[in-house]
């Protein structure tokens, strides 16, 4: 960014975004955890009497990033570190939703904690202590990493066991990543 701001309605489009491809993702795990399978045609034709569970769960979503976006555009103290907080975002979107398409029923559970509003406690630590850091570095980047690893346990059979024992480290490594990804360039 080379010091340049981000205009608010730029903001909007990019947490936009993220609200979009995080309410898609909730529908993805709400079909399987109140469907039983991630495919289509098991919503719209043998869903049934869930549909409605998994409307409000992408719904709930929605509503938190209209709302949260709406504040997060425009406050000053994100101006400096959005860019990179954004792009921290959206790598741990991307991780969540690759292991959403791909073991569905060992990771719904443990997305549906993280987008109900575990990613928004993130971003609202992000902008505390936004100075170019190592801590911050090592945090944005070493979760990052941790999220991956914890995320590739799911594929682990010796692992599976212990699905639910390692859920609060994706929940840490998430926050802590975009916790990290909020400083200034």
Not at 53 to 70: E, H, K, P, Q
Not at 89 to 106: E, K, N, Q, R, S
Request: with cysteine; proline share 3%.
């Amino acid at each position: 960014m080379g010091g340049k701001s981000i205009e608010a309605g730029h903001k909007a489009v990019l947490f936009a975004a993220t609200v979009v491809v995080k309410t898609s993702l909730m529908v993805l795990v709400a079909t399987q955890v109140f469907c039983g399978n991630i495919d289509p045609r098991t919503l719209f034709l043998q869903c049934g009497d869930n549909y409605p569970f998994v409307a409000a769960s992408a719904a709930a979503v929605a509503l938190m990033g209209i709302i949260f976006g709406r504040y997060i555009a425009r406050l000053k103290s994100f101006n400096k570190i959005f860019p990179n907080m954004m792009k921290t975002d959206f790598i741990i979107t991307a991780m969540y939703f690759g292991v959403g398409f791909t073991a569905p029923d060992l990771v719904a559970s443990k997305v549906m904690i993280w987008l109900f509003g575990t990613w928004i406690l993130g971003m609202l630590l992000a902008p505390f202590n936004s100075e170019r850091s190592a801590l911050k570095k090592v945090a944005e980047y070493g979760s990052i990493a941790a999220l991956g690893a914890f995320l590739g346990l799911h594929f682990v059979p010796q692992f599976q066991e212990l699905q639910s024992s390692y859920t609060i480290g994706m929940m840490i490594s998430s926050i802590v990543g975009v916790f990290g990804g909020g400083r200034q360039r």
